[in-house]
């Protein structure tokens, strides 16, 4: 066989030139094959890229250094700058574990709100605290849209807190209540013994409880459980008829929030002429879907009702479309109002919400875990929460010295809670007695929790937070809000409402039944 070489034109020096350039563009092509067709799966340090073709995304975790979005990337400097500026004190991570990088604007909101509370936390702790040790450093961490890669990345944090020079000591966050976030849970604090601080949520069965006290091993919440909210709007709304009020309920499986507000409505609801009106929302409750169809012909059968109150168990987005169809309702002469969750606190910011709904005779009313108005205002309570407290939060995030973190919003929650949830976890791990370590061992801050009630409380921007034995916040307060009808994007502070009927005493402790 004559060779490739032997076929090729000219001269021995043609010949040799030839081949290089052969060799020169087969090693292009080899390279391009192994480095660029096939995706790197480093994005960066700690990060790596994950998800199937079409849908990959960098997840991992990140000292401020990578930027997962681009509405991180103020926040994320300045993370990254304050976990530089006390590198050589003694000090401890703490990580911060959502969907960095969701796929909807209002959800990205959502996230630099937490993060930005997260970050207002860490800079209070390191700048304003009598140089109190060990200092905070603040992780970032991404289990990727919905969770998905959470038990890598769990992993992973799971390694830090075993190294000496991470020292990872808690995990705060987490902002849905799903099968897939208790399973992150109960795999940082059963497996792997990792003290975490929830975010907002609130279904009941995300947290321990005297039926399931070591549920979650290490885990303490810093707003109300779903049951609770529905016990202090119940009495914030004590006139309400039953006989005129109906339930709307997705009939999805799985979602650990919708399930707990559709039995906290069924009890509020007792007396209601009709059975609820059921939907059926995508799996992946944050897309649209076909159910804005479904309640174009739901809301034409509960024109006919007697309902004047709607309890809504759903989603963001599905709640937006109910209302959007509620607005366009053919009975106009009815006025209604819709009673939901926490969930709705990214209502505000869906460009896709038809404000004139609310200028036609609906009104939407829910609870939210925090409000600026909530203890600023003269009818604010003697206890259960401090002006004094919100007002610390709300100097730091209007100063300068924080530097630029991108807009600060405090009137959702999502900050308010991040920075609590933050400053819990932050209380914990500098709890200690003399001749203890600087250094806090994971279990001393789990035990730490027991001690955060009476005059260990946190006094939260959202109000107190007097733990109980399970690690939920004792009869926190509750903010009511509706969406102003005269100013889109305005969360209107209607009034504080407490699961027991009353403002938290000033012992702030758990009641024994």
């Known amino acids: 066989m004559t060779s490739f070489i032997a076929r ?6 043609t010949k040799a030139a030839a081949l290089a350039v052969a060799l020169a563009v087969l090693g292009a092509a080899v390279w391009t094959g192994i480095v660029v067709l096939r995706p790197d799966p480093a994005c960066g340090k700690g990060i790596e890229e994950r998800g199937p073709e079409g849908a990959r995304e960098c997840t991992g975790v990140t000292d401020g250094s990578f930027v997962f979005a681009a509405n991180l990337k103020e926040v994320s400097a300045r993370i990254k700058a304050e976990n530089d500026r006390i590198k050589d004190e003694p000090h401890v991570s703490v990580a911060v574990m959502l969907p960095m990088a969701p796929a909807q604007v209002f959800e990205q909101q959502k996230t630099l709100h937490e993060v930005q509370g997260a970050y207002l936390a860490q800079f209070r702790a390191n700048h304003d605290s009598n140089s109190k040790k060990p200092a905070i450093r603040l992780l970032l961490a991404n289990p990727g849209r919905s969770h998905t890669h959470w038990k890598p990345v769990a992993d992973q944090l799971g390694a830090m807190s075993e190294s000496g020079t991470d020292n990872l000591r808690a995990v705060i966050g987490f902002d849905v ?11 940082l604090t059963r497996e792997l013994g990792i003290p975490v601080v929830g975010g907002p949520i609130t279904a009941d069965d995300s947290g321990n409880s005297p039926q399931r006290p070591d549920a979650y091993p290490g885990l303490a919440r810093v707003v109300p459980t779903t049951t609770d909210q529905a016990r202090a709007l119940s009495h914030f709304n004590k006139n309400i008829d039953p006989k005129h009020t109906l339930v709307v309920e997705d009939i999805r499986t799985g979602d650990n929030y919708v399930d707990a507000l559709k039995r906290a409505f069924a009890e509020r609801t007792l007396g209601s002429p009709r059975a609820p009106e059921q939907y059926r929302a995508p799996e992946e409750f944050h897309e649209e879907g076909t159910t ?20 809504f168990a759903g989603r963001p987005v599905q709640l937006r479309q109910f209302v959007n169809e509620l607005g366009n309702r053919g009975c106009t002469e009815k006025k209604y109002t819709v009673i939901t969750g926490s969930g709705a606190s990214t209502l505000s910011s869906d460009k896709l919400l038809d404000w004139d709904a609310f200028r036609k005779g609906v009104t939407l009313q829910y609870a939210a875990v925090a409000h600026p108005d909530a203890w600023t205002g003269p009818e604010a309570p003697a206890t259960g929460g401090s002006a004094a407290a919100y007002r610390t939060l709300a100097e730091l995030a209007n100063g300068k010295e924080i530097g630029n973190i991108g807009p600060v919003e405090l009137t959702d929650s999502r900050t308010i809670t991040f920075y609590d949830a933050g400053l819990t976890a932050i209380t914990a791990i500098r709890m200690r007695d003399d001749g203890d370590p600087v250094i806090p061992t994971l279990g001393r801050i789990s035990d730490a929790w027991l001690r955060l009630h009476g005059m260990g409380k946190v006094d939260g921007a ?15 307060a509750v903010s ?27 012992d702030c402790t758990a009641s024994r039944t």
């Not at 209540?177 to 795999?187: K, L, R, V």
């Open 480 to 506: 009511v809000v509706e969406l102003a009808p005269d100013a889109p994007g305005r969360i209107r502070f209607v009034g504080l409402a407490w699961p027991t009927g009353r403002p938290t005493p000033a």
């Open 8 to 13: 090729l034109p000219g001269g021995p020096l």
């Open 177 to 187: 209540s799903t099968a897939t976030t208790q399973a992150a849970i109960g795999h």
């Open 462 to 476: 959202s109000g107190w937070i007097c733990l109980d034995n399970y690690g939920n916040p004792y009869n926190k």
């Open 292 to 311: 804005a169809n479904a309640f174009d012909q739901m809301v034409d059968t509960i024109c006919t009702s007697a309902a004047k109150v709607i309890y």
